[in-house]
């Protein structure tokens, strides 16, 4: 069955290290692959794009690698603050879609103290 | 830019009424807009998927007569579930994108459903 695994419900970590999240994904072939960030109550607002062909997207301290041999995208925000406290989420774009049809990971929810 | 937003932001009603919730895009031209469920600490569950004057395309196990979503201009989508039922309780969000696969989604604030 098709899965989107990310690894794990909630990340704390201290404030200026860096949080890497991980995204997997099993009898999927995404074309590309977004990261949204969901604050709670509301709803998600787009970070970053990759396309199956870039190995790695980068913007300001936001970092994101996709492995396609792997199955995996990881998503890094370095210099981390407690302001990045929020649920991450990694959405799946379908390939056979020309309408940008999209498939969402639970989230991971990310605490950053200081 | 690139604001969509949600009407309304909560409704509670009974069991067996209608509920119609609007999704509307405020600066730009959504031609496809997307209807999701999300149940608390659940992923974003895609309902259906629609573009502007055509039927809305409904993913597997959702029904279509359960819930109506009509696209009739590039800048409003409703989505009406029809005889609700408390199982039906959740967060209900819409996206619209501009065009084309790779684009970002853009999100409306939710709408919170809790039927009694």
């Known amino acids: 069955s098709q899965k989107i695994e990310q690894n794990s419900e909630a990340l704390n970590i201290q404030e200026g290290k860096t949080a890497t999240l991980t995204c997997n994904y099993t009898?999927?072939?995404?074309?590309?692959l977004q990261w949204y960030r969901q604050d709670p109550g509301r709803g998600p607002v787009f970070l970053l794009l990759?396309?199956?062909?870039?190995k790695e997207k980068r913007k300001e301290r936001l970092k994101v690698t996709f492995d396609t041999t792997l199955k995996q995208s990881l998503f890094h925000i370095t210099a981390s603050q407690p302001a990045d406290s929020a649920t991450y989420l990694c959405?799946?774009?379908?390939?056979?879609?020309?309408?940008?049809?999209?498939?969402f990971g639970r989230g991971t929810q990310l605490t950053v103290w200081p | 830019g690139a604001v969509v937003s949600q009407h309304p932001s909560r409704v509670i009603c009974k069991s067996g009424t209608s509920v119609k919730i609007e999704c509307r895009s405020l600066?730009?031209?959504?031609?496809?807009m997307f209807w999701y469920r999300q149940f608390p600490k659940q992923s974003l569950m895609l309902m259906a998927t629609?573009?502007?004057?055509?039927?809305?395309?409904?993913e597997q196990g959702v029904e279509k007569d359960k819930f109506l979503i009509n696209h009739a201009s590039l800048t409003l989508s409703t989505l009406t579930v029809t005889s609700a039922h408390p199982e039906d309780s959740s967060f209900y969000i819409c996206?619209?994108?501009?065009?084309?696969?790779?684009?970002?989604?853009?999100f409306g604030p939710g709408t919170r459903l809790t039927v009694l």
């Open positions: 990759i396309r199956e062909n870039e």
């Open positions: 959405a799946l774009g379908d390939r056979g879609s020309t309408l940008g049809r999209l498939y």
């Open positions: 996206s619209a994108s501009r065009s084309g696969r790779y684009n970002e989604q853009f």
């Open positions: 629609s573009n502007e004057g055509s039927k809305a395309t409904y």
């Open positions: 600066d730009f031209q959504a031609t496809t």
């Open positions: 009898n999927y072939s995404p074309a590309y």
